[in-house]
Nanobody, 125 residues
Framework: QVQLVESGGGLVQAGDSLRLSCAAS????????MGWFRQAPGREREFVAT????????RYADSVKGRFTISRDNAKNTVYVQMNSLNPEDAAVYYC??????????????????WGQGTQVTVSE
């Protein structure tokens, strides 16, 4: 059983930066891939970024590429997403997820076994 707790959300202005954290407990953190997803009101949950267990492989949604950076600290059992140049379209509840069956990253939400409770990111004009 893996528990995930996100933190770092909040209200920012367009153009600002924010870093989200997700602390994991249970299992061997370095053996599973992690992902960030988001869901805005009235929209489907969408992929944001993913990172392999080692941290050597990352992938991003086209909408955030060049602005967001996913990273992980396996010694701290924590995954991060640094979000720069935020715009109102980035506003959503952000969720971290663990893909425990493999260390390989995935963009598909169905591949993830455990999810955090989410943290709200609001971006004002």
């Amino acid at each position: 059983q893996v528990q995930l707790v996100e933190s770092g959300g909040g209200l920012v202005q367009a153009g600002d930066s924010l870093r989200l954290s997700c602390a994991a407990s249970g299992g061997t953190f370095s053996r599973y891939a992690m992902g960030w997803f988001r869901q805005a009101p009235g929209r489907e949950r969408e992929f944001v970024a993913t990172i392999s267990g080692s941290g050597l492989s990352t992938r991003y949604a086209d909408s955030v590429k060049g602005r967001f950076t996913i990273s992980r600290d396996n010694a701290k059992n924590t995954v991060y997403v640094q979000m720069n140049s935020l715009n109102p379209e980035d506003a959503a509840v952000y969720y971290c997820a663990a893909r425990t069956r493999t260390y390989a990253s995935s963009t598909a939400s169905s591949e993830y076994d455990y999810w955090g409770q989410g943290t709200q990111v609001t971006v004002s004009e």
